[in-house]
């Protein structure tokens, strides 16, 4: 069966280290990924997009790669600040019509100062 | 400012007394969806709706109902709710195409005793 799997345990870092994120999935060919941001009580917050045929994309300080023969994305955050603590959510689309994309269950990230 | 809105943001209530959770968006997006958001599973598809009067299952549809009369509305019904159903529910709305990203409200949690 189809499967994403995103680290289910809290990330701690530091402030000013990079943090990563892993997205695995299984038993998919995404067209594209997506990744979101959630805070406590807040819904999801769209912040990459990534297509099957790139293999990085960049904002600001965040970094997403997609390595379709591993099925795997990786999601960075460098020079890390508290305000960076969240909850991130990867999301794949199903390849089929309409709205189908289906999400990760997310990986908790606490920002030290 | 664009947004999607949700009513209510917290809502109890009993087993079997129909609900109704309301959901607008101001972004003209023809797409719209609902989620529910439980620990450990994630955020999973309940209905999605394409276009006015165009809706379809999700992953989880069973005991929910929605409709899509204007393009702007998309209510969530539950006609008699159970205790499984108490959750975290996200309404979404994203423009029509593939890789449009969602834009989520912020949240109604149900609780049903």
């Known amino acids: 069966s189809q499967k994403i799997e995103q680290n289910s345990e809290a990330l701690n870092i530091q402030e000013g280290k990079t943090a990563t994120l892993t997205c695995n999935y299984t038993?998919?060919?995404?067209?594209?990924l997506q990744w979101y941001r959630q805070d406590p009580g807040r819904g999801p917050v769209f912040l990459l997009l990534i297509r099957e045929n790139e293999k990085e994309k960049r904002k600001e300080r965040l970094k997403v790669t997609f390595d379709t023969t591993l099925k795997q994305s990786l999601f960075h955050i460098t020079a890390s600040q508290p305000a960076d603590s969240a909850t991130y959510l990867c999301?794949?689309?199903?390849?089929?019509?309409?709205?189908?994309?289906?999400f990760g269950g997310g990986t908790r990230v606490l920002v030290k100062p | 400012e664009a947004q999607v809105t949700q009513n209510p943001r917290y809502l109890i209530t009993v087993t079997g007394k129909k609900l109704t959770v309301t959901c607008s968006q101001n972004m003209n997006h023809e797409y719209m969806s609902w989620y529910r958001q439980d620990p450990g599973l994630g955020l999973r598809q309940i209905y999605y709706s394409m276009n006015v009067e165009v809706t379809d299952k999700g992953d989880v549809p069973e005991g929910y109902k929605v409709s899509r009369k204007e393009k702007r509305n998309f209510p969530l019904i539950l006609e008699s709710p159970s205790p499984n159903q108490t959750s975290l529910y996200f309404c979404a709305s994203n423009r029509q195409g593939p890789n449009s990203p969602l834009h989520f409200g912020n949240g109604t949690r149900l609780t049903v005793t």
């Open positions: 038993n998919y060919s995404p067209a594209y």
């Open positions: 999301a794949l689309d199903k390849g089929a019509a309409g709205n189908k994309l289906t």
